[in-house]
């Protein structure tokens, strides 16, 4: 039985609004990791994909939802992302870091099968889905994880308000996926805290070889959405990796530029993460890197609609 009204907004008001009580957060201290780890479960959002009641699409917003480039690359990255920090949960000493990243890959399960609900619902086909293999270095896989949702997440926030606002697809089906991009919020949130929490408490000696690491993701993650580690078409199906940042022309039917899209991104990753308690670090990476090439960019300039004589 599907909830009611109330109870879904109530849900979805406690997932996306929470400040701790503890008058001090220092990084790294105990306080900070248990402040994360009480954010993470009392945000917790627990819709069902089970009861998610997909509208019905005309054939043309069907079509415009098939032909996404983004299907098998979608479902297969929620179930690597599941396995990866299900992995690192385990491999955690800590026993709340532990409990907190475990349910993190739990929801990204949930997503997968939100995802895997969709494309069954609108006959979406995809390719085979590969084994998912547990990783044999769970940090750095969980380090991958964590710094690609940063990327993608910045820019799916930007292009899901531009969905919604250009009325491209039907309101329904953006308010069912509400709940998952806010979802993705919350993950990045936790991402960013741990990854605080994870220096100050290391031993010393082994800070720079975990910075050295980090540097190694940033690069690995670079090259694989310049395409220069993709290999070449296989004849399969093809898939975008680099959708969230150039899907712009896909979620609506006006032109939008690239700085107009990029404030548009700005905007909704500050609109996002404004609930939650202003201690915990936010990513910052991606959204000074566009604020930096923003300040170089200008809005183009419209021609003005015209309109032709009447005698």
């Given at each position: ?238 898939q975008d990796n680099n959708f969230t940042v150039t899907g712009s022309a896909a979620v609506s039917d006006v032109e939008v530029s690239v700085p107009e ?51």
């Open positions: 039985m599907a909830p009611d009204a109330a109870t879904i907004e109530a849900a979805d008001r406690a997932a996306r609004i929470w400040v701790a009580k503890d008058a001090s957060l220092p990084l790294g201290s105990e306080a900070h990791k248990a402040a994360v780890c009480r954010m993470f479960q009392e945000t917790f959002n627990p819709y069902k994909p089970s009861v998610i009641d997909w509208p019905k699409l005309d054939d043309v917003t069907r079509n415009r939802i098939i032909t996404l480039p983004i299907w098998d690359i979608a479902v297969q990255t929620e179930g690597k992302a599941r396995l990866r920090m299900l992995s690192y949960a385990r491999s955690c000493m800590d026993p709340d870091m532990n409990k907190t990243i475990a349910l993190n890959g739990w929801e990204e399960g949930r997503h997968k099968e939100v995802l895997s609900n969709l494309v069954e619902a609108y006959g979406i086909p995809l390719e085979p889905e590969p084994e998912y293999i547990e990783p044999k270095d769970p940090e750095w896989a969980y380090l991958v994880t964590g710094y690609s949702e940063c990327i993608d997440s910045f820019f799916a926030f930007g292009l899901f308000e531009l969905a919604k606002r250009s009325g491209f697809f039907p309101p329904e089906l953006v308010d069912t996926f509400e709940p998952v991009i806010q979802e993705e919020a919350r993950h990045i949130l936790l991402f960013q805290n741990w990854a605080a929490w994870h220096r100050r408490t290391m031993p010393w000696y082994r800070r720079p070889w975990f910075e050295l690491r980090v540097l190694a993701v940033w690069a690995f993650l670079g090259w694989e959405r310049i395409g220069l580690a993709r290999g070449m078409d296989d004849g399969k199906k093809k899209l990029m404030d548009i991104c700005l905007s909704e990753n500050d609109r996002r993460f404004a609930g939650y308690d202003t201690r915990l670090l936010r990513p910052t990476t991606m959204p000074n890197m566009v604020r930096f090439a923003r300040r170089f960019m200008r809005v183009p300039k419209r021609a003005p609609a015209t309109t032709s004589a009447t005698a």
